[in-house]
């Protein structure tokens, strides 16, 4: 199963929408997308507006691929499932989102080798042509490393 998913805060309809025409092109049944409150019904994949944490949680477990915008609370649940991740950020000048920190996030999780991204439409539907060669990242910890937590207590006692 493909898992689209666009957060609990906003719409993200080109994403949804781009996915929804990808679908019916490509003959695909196998799509289910979580597309917030108000966002614009696909016509061709399966979906619902919000998802509880449990739910949200077993489809991303559930998932071939995750593809999703460059929330990072979406992201660190693929991760932490070990799960691989397709990202289109959200653009602030098309008032997707207040600024560009998705576009942000994008760009170091992938220079990182974390995380696919599609920047655009015409990107993503190229990416998901290729879901197979998308792999699955390493799961991450759900839980801050040691070395983490060692220099935050050492930072905080130097204050």
């Known amino acids: 199963m493909i898992f689209v998913t666009v957060g609990a805060q906003m719409p993200f309809d080109r994403l949804v929408l781009t996915v929804d025409e990808w679908a019916r092109a490509r003959g695909r049944s196998d799509v289910f997308?979580?597309?917030?409150?108000?966002g614009r019904?696909?016509?061709n994949i399966e979906y619902t507006r919000f998802l509880e944490a449990a739910e949200f949680k077993r489809r991303i477990r559930e998932a071939r691929v995750v593809?999703?915008?460059?929330g990072m609370g979406t992201i660190l649940s693929?991760?932490?499932a070990g799960r691989p991740i397709l990202v289109m950020p959200r653009v602030g000048a098309r008032r997707e989102t207040r600024n560009d920190h998705q576009l942000a996030t994008a760009q170091r999780l992938r220079e990182l080798g974390r995380i696919s991204t599609a920047m655009?439409?015409?990107?993503?539907v190229e990416r998901l042509d290729?879901?197979?060669r998308i792999a699955a990242p390493d799961a991450i910890s759900p839980h801050a490393s040691g070395e983490l937590i060692g220099a935050l207590r050492d930072f905080i006692r130097a204050r």
């Open 78 to 80: 693929a991760l932490e």
């Open 130 to 132: 290729q879901l197979d």
């Open 67 to 70: 593809v999703a915008h460059a």
């Open 120 to 124: 655009d439409e015409a990107e993503l």
């Open 33 to 38: 997308a979580q597309i917030g409150l108000d």
């Open 41 to 43: 019904p696909p016509r």
